[in-house]
Every structure is written in C-alpha cells, then in structure tokens.
C-alpha cells in the first residue's frame, strides 16, 4: 500500500511508519513537529519506500502518485501539550481532519482517524463502550482536546454517509512505550523520568483515579488491523486492564529500582477520575486484544528511556553530575 501518515513523527506514528514500511508498504510521513521530533524516524530516513515531509496538515496538502490510505495522527496529545496549544489543537482536529479527509476523498484512499477514550471525557458509564455518548466538560481546559475529537469523528463520520469516503475510526486509550518525550507530561513518560533520576513522583490528586494502559506494540497492531479493514468503526483500541496511577508509580519504582519517593499535587481540572476500554468490538472485528502485560511494556520502555544520551535518562548507578 502507498499510505500517508500525519503526525508521523510523533510517539505512535512513528511506530505506525515503522511497522508500515516493515511490511513493505510505501509511507509519507507528513509532520510540523509541533510535539513530534524528526528523530522518531531517524531510522526510516533515506529508505527508499519512506518520505518525510514537513509540513501543517492544517493547510491543504497533496502527495504524488497513487495513494491508498491516509492515517490521520497528527494532533497534540498530552494534556499539558494541548493545554498550551490550545488553538493549534483544535485548528488540527477540524481543518487538519477535513484536509486529510480530502486528500482520501480525492484519491478514493481508506481514511483512518486516531480518535481518542477523551471523547468519553469523565465517563459516567464504567469501563466504557463505543455506543457510550461520553461526558465533556465543552467549556473546560481539556475541551480543546477532547471536542476536536468529537467534531473529528462527526466530520468523518459525514464523509463517509454523505459522500462515500471509505473511514475507519479508532478510539485510542493511553498508549505509553519508547519514543515518548521525557518531559511530554504524560504520566508513564513522567514517572520513568522522574524516578531514573532519582526525583519524586508527582501523584495528582490521591491517586485513586484509574487509567488502562496499552503498550505501543499492540496499538500499532490495532492501527494496522483497522486500516486493512473496511469497518467504520468508531473501535476502542486499549488494555484493559485497569490501574489506579498510585499502583503505575509503584510499577514505575519497581521496574526502575528507584529510591524515589511520592510528591502529591492537585488533581487536574476534569482530569477523568476512571478509563477502562470496553474491547469485545475490537476482538469480534479485527480479532484484535492487547497481549502485553503493563510491568512487561514498562521495562521495556524504562529500558529504552536509560538507552537515551539525554542526562534525564541516566540510570541511578550514574551520578547525574558525572
Ligand atoms: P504526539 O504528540 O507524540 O504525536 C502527534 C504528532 O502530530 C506530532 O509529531 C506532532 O508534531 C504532529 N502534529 C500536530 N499538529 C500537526 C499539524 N497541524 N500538522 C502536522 N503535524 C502535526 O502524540 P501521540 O501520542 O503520538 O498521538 C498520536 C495521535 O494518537 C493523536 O491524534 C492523539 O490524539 C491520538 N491518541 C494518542 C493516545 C496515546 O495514548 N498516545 C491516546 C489517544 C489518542
Ligand atoms: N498524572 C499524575 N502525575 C503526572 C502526570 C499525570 O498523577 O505527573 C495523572 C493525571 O492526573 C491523570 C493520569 O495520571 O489522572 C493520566 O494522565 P495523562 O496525562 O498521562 O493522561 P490522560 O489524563 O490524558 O489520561
């Protein structure tokens, strides 16, 4: 397949570019870098079925030749990312999904959104399904974030019933693993930084609030089995299983042999108190299910954040002034 990927040198796309070109198809991987890094596909560079491109998916964008899927990634997804980029955020969820959704529509490609468990907001329905409505603050400082979304799926969802456009919609739950930024302020790329250098783990509220955590792996499994379909979806892609953020930085701290200590702080504004992927239509259509266990994909990504140059990354045998 000839796919584009936005946001492709961001945490999941470059895994999806990666995993894309594995298989032998050919990836234009369009980005700005507003919150991805040319380095996520340093290794696909210069491959000859691999093409970087910079550029602001806000602004109309063409690709040459055939072309049979589009991914569309491209979007601000940590909260403290989107939290100060509140415009770029929803400029890239309404214009940036309708330029991508034309650029498959011209080229009759497959178009996949990488929707998000936001769109639920601080769900009142637990865990959660896809025929769950969700509950957003509209108002609120993650609404940003979480109401792009919403309009993503509603304008995907028109091309698709008034025009014909062949869409897929996946609902994505937290996804951590290697490539994400040490200081994107998700809470698996904090906890590994913080306690490999030894400082405390910052706990938001009592941290009894729950997420469920998929390793990139199984995502990029889930991506490809969506984008090789024809279901419209919306499908939730996560694991299952649920943890309160109290236990994750016990996890991190084991995994990590840490001698960092806990630093309690506010809780968020709406910060969703419970997330948990109802995955019975992922399993049923795709055949599709998260195979990683969370301590299993924690090592693995604590183990890469120690492979990194940055002093952030040095393992605690390291003095950080050595
Ligand atoms: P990320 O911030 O690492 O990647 C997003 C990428 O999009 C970045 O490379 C960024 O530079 C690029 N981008 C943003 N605006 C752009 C624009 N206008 N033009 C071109 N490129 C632009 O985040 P991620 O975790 O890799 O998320 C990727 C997608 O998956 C996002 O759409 C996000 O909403 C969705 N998602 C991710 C998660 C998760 O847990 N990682 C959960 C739910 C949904
Ligand atoms: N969180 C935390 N400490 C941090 C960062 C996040 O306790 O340093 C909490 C946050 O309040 C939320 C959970 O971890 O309850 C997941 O946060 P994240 O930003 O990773 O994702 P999201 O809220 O979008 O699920």
Redesign the pocket.
Known sequence: MRVVV?????????HLCEALVGRGDTVWC????????SL?VAPLRGHPRFRLVR????TAFEVPGPLDAVA???????PP?YGR?PL??L??GSR?TENALQLAMRRGARFLL?????VYGDPALHPQPEEYWGNVNPVGPRSV?DEA?RYAEALTMAYRRSIGVNTGIV??????GP???PH?G?VVSTFVRQALEGSPLTLYGDGSQTRSF?YVDD?VRGLLAMLDSGHSGPVNLGNPAECTVRELARLVIEATDSPSTIAFGPLPVDDPGRRRPVVTRARDLLGWTARVPLDVGLRKTVDWFMAQPHPAHRTLGQPLEA
């Open positions: 936005t946001g492709g040198s961001g945490f999941l796309g470059s369009l980005d700005n870098y507003c919150t991805g890094e996520n550029a602001d998916v806000t569309h990634l491209a979007s601000p997804a940590s990312d980029l770029e955020t400029s890239v940036g990488a929707s998000t468990s936001e974030y979304k609902r994505i739950f937290n996804t951590y490539r994400m930024r994107d998700r998929c995502l």
